[in-house]
């Protein structure tokens, strides 16, 4: 067994011909004298130039005998379930938000957009803070905005997201839409908030690879912002295990969201399986009339895609 890779030989070596193709074709494969991982039914040959995070992150993609052959890369973390509003009775949002919080959400996030960097306007700092009247469940903020509202109005969105003993709300920032980002991400933590960031479906990964030192969650959006109810962005995945590497290979405590057409079905497990462990469900939990099922559903499927289950979806 290689030194660097423990664990993976053993996975490796049950891969059938054609899924080690597969693996070398993905460029895992070096060059270099070979050794050699034994597991008692077959060998295998490695090369000492290829990092485990490189393999671990080609195996993830194969395939053998129609089943599941994966491996999250790096320890699974905590899933979550954080619900948008946006979905939600505007007429009584209040109400609705103490639903969530009795159905045992995670978190409940606000979608604040001005109408400029999303074709959409919803809710000012007011109306977040005015919420937590009606629950103590952990907010989080998502700033679909233009850098203008950022730069005026990042205090109060703060300041709104707190939890109800002052504890740190999570407020995200778009990548696209902050110009000086590592500014406004300090900003944040200077004020009492958990700084995070979010990607468009069309930004590249790269974006936010400097700013990971700064951050609490990055959010990869499966849709393009704006509206409730979009389908879901399936080539987003190759996105969230890159994300995912980088944040392992650092040694980062930083959770990764997802957000756009979640449901429990095979685009949860989808995205736990890739490496994400927080889901915002919009319209794929408010569509149960007990919105308890339907967090203990989109929780079970994740888990079921962490550990690289396959099921039918």
């Given at each position: 067994?290689?030194?660097?890779?423990?664990?993976?030989?053993?996975?490796?070596?049950?891969?059938?011909?054609?899924?080690?193709?597969?693996?070398?074709?993905?460029?895992?494969?070096?060059?270099?004298?070979?050794?050699?991982?034994?597991?008692?039914?077959?060998?295998?040959?490695?090369?000492?130039?290829?990092?485990?995070?490189?393999?671990?992150?080609?195996?993830?993609?194969?395939?053998?005998?129609?089943?599941?052959?994966?491996?999250?890369?790096?320890?699974?973390?905590?899933?979550?379930?954080?619900?948008?509003?946006?979905?939600?009775?505007?007429?009584?949002?209040?109400?609705?938000?103490?639903?969530?919080?009795?159905?045992?959400?995670?978190?409940?996030?606000?979608?604040?957009?001005?109408?400029?960097?999303?074709?959409?306007?919803?809710?000012?700092?007011?109306?977040?803070?005015?919420?937590?009247?009606?629950?103590?469940t952990p907010f989080?903020?998502?700033?679909?905005?233009?850098?203008?509202?950022?730069?005026?109005?990042?205090?109060?969105?703060?300041?709104?997201?707190?939890?109800?003993?002052?504890?740190?709300?999570v407020v995200i920032?778009?990548?696209?839409?902050?110009?000086?980002?590592?500014?406004?991400?300090?900003?944040?933590?200077?004020?009492?908030?958990?700084?995070?960031?979010?990607?468009?479906?069309?930004?590249?990964?790269?974006?936010?690879?400097?700013?990971?030192?700064?951050?609490?969650?990055?959010?990869?959006?499966?849709?393009?912002?704006?509206?409730?109810?979009?389908?879901?962005?399936?080539?987003?995945?190759?996105?969230?295990?890159?994300?995912?590497?980088?944040?392992?290979?650092?040694?980062?405590?930083?959770?990764?969201?997802?957000?756009?057409?979640?449901?429990?079905?095979?685009?949860?497990?989808?995205?736990?399986?890739?490496?994400?462990?927080?889901?915002?469900?919009?319209?794929?939990?408010?569509?149960?009339?007990?919105?308890?099922?339907?967090?203990?559903?989109?929780?079970?499927?994740?888990?079921?895609?962490?550990?690289?289950?396959?099921?039918?979806?």
């Open positions: 067994m290689h030194p660097s890779c423990p664990g993976l030989c053993f996975m490796a070596a049950s891969m059938s011909p054609a899924s080690r193709m597969a693996v070398s074709k993905t460029g895992v494969a070096g060059t270099g004298p070979a050794f050699t991982g034994n597991t008692g039914h077959q060998s295998l040959n490695l090369w000492p130039s290829v990092s485990c995070g490189a393999l671990a992150l080609a195996l993830s993609f194969t395939r053998r005998g129609g089943r599941g052959l994966r491996a999250l890369y790096g320890p699974p973390r905590e899933v979550q379930i954080i619900p948008s509003v946006l979905p939600a009775d505007f007429g009584k949002l209040g109400e609705d938000c103490k639903r969530l919080e009795d159905a045992g959400v995670d978190r409940i996030q606000f979608d604040v957009m001005d109408g400029n960097f999303v074709p959409n306007l919803t809710f000012g700092p007011d109306v977040i803070a005015y919420m937590r009247n009606y629950c103590n989080e903020t998502q700033l679909m905005v233009e850098q203008r509202c950022v730069d005026y109005m990042l205090p109060q969105f703060v300041e709104a997201t707190k939890g109800p003993n002052g504890e740190p709300g920032c778009h990548v696209e839409a902050c110009t000086h980002l590592h500014r406004n991400l300090k900003q944040i933590r200077d004020l009492g908030g958990s700084p995070s960031v979010a990607l468009n479906p069309h930004t590249p990964a790269h974006m936010v690879e400097n700013v990971l030192d700064l951050v609490d969650h990055v959010l990869v959006m499966t849709v393009n912002p704006g509206f409730g109810g979009q389908a879901y962005i399936p080539t987003m995945l190759p996105k969230i295990r890159m994300i995912r590497k980088w944040i392992v290979d650092r040694g980062l405590d930083i959770d990764i969201e997802v957000d756009g057409g979640i449901k429990a079905d095979n685009t949860i497990f989808e995205c736990a399986d890739a490496g994400a462990n927080c889901f915002i469900a919009g319209s794929g939990l408010f569509a149960y009339d007990d919105l308890s099922k339907g967090v203990q559903e989109l929780k079970s499927k994740a888990l079921e895609g962490q550990k690289g289950l396959e099921t039918s979806v």
